[in-house]
């Protein structure tokens, strides 16, 4: 009787075991099973998230632009020298990709890059007041759009 009952214990372990390894797999593919689609979820959301952020920097860019030629038109000119400034800043980062990858495509970064040259003598023509800033932001604004389609 006596060999019988360490018999028993090892059989009562053993069962004991592995229920505890079955609940153990169990538990981890309910785990699974809900963190598999919330995972796939997640991912498509950081995406759009990425694309609605892409989509933003490249309005504000136009807008940092289309804001200096209004200003410019209504006689405010240190104000369009700022937004004229802010443009060609951010539009230097997106040609060169400094620092990130750009947001444009290397066609629209190609035709873009000849804008840079105009920013040193527009930036002076507004910092003089001067009228005929207002033409050359006009013409700026068209290139721009141009490129971007």
Not at 37 to 61: H, S
Request: aromatic share 6%.
């Amino acid at each position: 009787m006596s060999s019988e009952k360490p018999e028993e214990h090892e059989q009562a372990d053993s069962s004991t075991r592995r229920r505890f390894i079955i609940y153990a797999v169990v538990l981890v593919a309910v785990f699974l099973i809900g963190l598999v689609p919330m995972w796939l979820v997640a991912r498509q959301r950081g995406a759009q998230l990425d694309v609605a952020e892409r989509n933003l920097r490249l309005c504000r860019l136009e807008n940092d632009l289309a804001s200096a030629v209004v200003d410019a038109r209504r006689g405010e000119y240190e104000r369009a020298r700022l937004a004229a400034s802010n443009f060609f800043t951010s539009l230097l980062e997106q040609v060169d990709e400094l620092g990130r990858p750009s947001d444009l495509t290397p066609a629209q970064r190609e035709s873009l890059r000849p804008l840079l040259n105009q920013r040193d003598e527009l930036i002076t023509l507004l910092a003089r007041s001067d009228p005929a800033a207002t033409d050359r932001l006009s013409e700026l604004y068209m290139a721009f759009n141009k490129a971007m389609v």
